[in-house]
């Protein structure tokens, strides 16, 4: 656990109804910190010590309304079209609710002098130091401009930015049937056979609880500003291999369909820069695969009847 400094902070979080974001406001309501959380949704959740506000962060208008009102001492931006699908129908959203959500972000923060703004990147991003690198997706390449936005809000305006880019994120409480570990959960308990790539694919999967630990320790970092931080195992391990290890909790009377649907092009394997994130800002991973995988089953054992597509 990290030491917490945000206790009676401003803290504004896009994309609080979120998986990650949901754990995120809960550890900073219990820290003390008053959360204003924002949400597209016209009913979001009542939760105690959270003061929900509906905005569009697509509208400039809306975002420069929004942040000259509160007046976040901290903003933790999660929101956003998460979606490694490649189709050309999905360039057109990924780039209002990505990117144009973002710039709009900085543009209010940096008005209002934030203490410090925290941006979500992703491990679909192109590696920097190899040329030849590119988007894998509308959502990698719109995450991608984001940092290249944020490095210049820093650079020209002196913005307090940085940049956390969790890996694989799994745990209790994703709801979001459309994602890989839930969807396959939820058909093994159900005892329905999963259609999936050939599980070749090797993925960092970090648990949420480190990752929650790993932003507020992002957001707590000093001289970070500009950067991006990985927040992940720094191991990569194939789909397959965690599917099996889902088969053994589950112990389903059905096979899985690997190879039932084609692999996605292009996607590499990235696992963390494990330590240069521990020496910039202390934090590494501490739940092992098998525990959170543990736990992540348990929760779905217990809620998936009622589990359905945020």
Known sequence: MVEQTLR??????TGARGFIGGHLTDRLTRDGASVIGISSHPRPPAKIGVTWRRTDLASGEAVRHLIGGERPDVIFHLAGRVTGAQSLENVTPTFADNLASTVHLLSAAAEIKVRRILLTG???????ADPQSFPCSPYAASKWACGGYARMFYMLYGLPVVIARPMMVYGPGQWDLTKLLPYVATSLIADTSPRLTTGTREMDWVFVDDVVDGLLAVAESSDTDGQSIDLGSGVLTSI???VEHLVRLIGPRVEIQFGAIP??????PRAAQSHDTERLIGWSAKTA???GLRQTVGWYRDTWSSLKPV
Not at 263 to 268: A, F, G, S
């Open 289 to 291: 695969l098998e525990d």
């Open 122 to 128: 992703s491990m679909q991003e192109p590696d920097q």
């Open 8 to 13: 009676d902070a401003r803290v504004l979080v």
């Open 240 to 242: 397959r291999t965690v």
């Open 263 to 268: 692999d996605r092009p292009y996607e590499r």
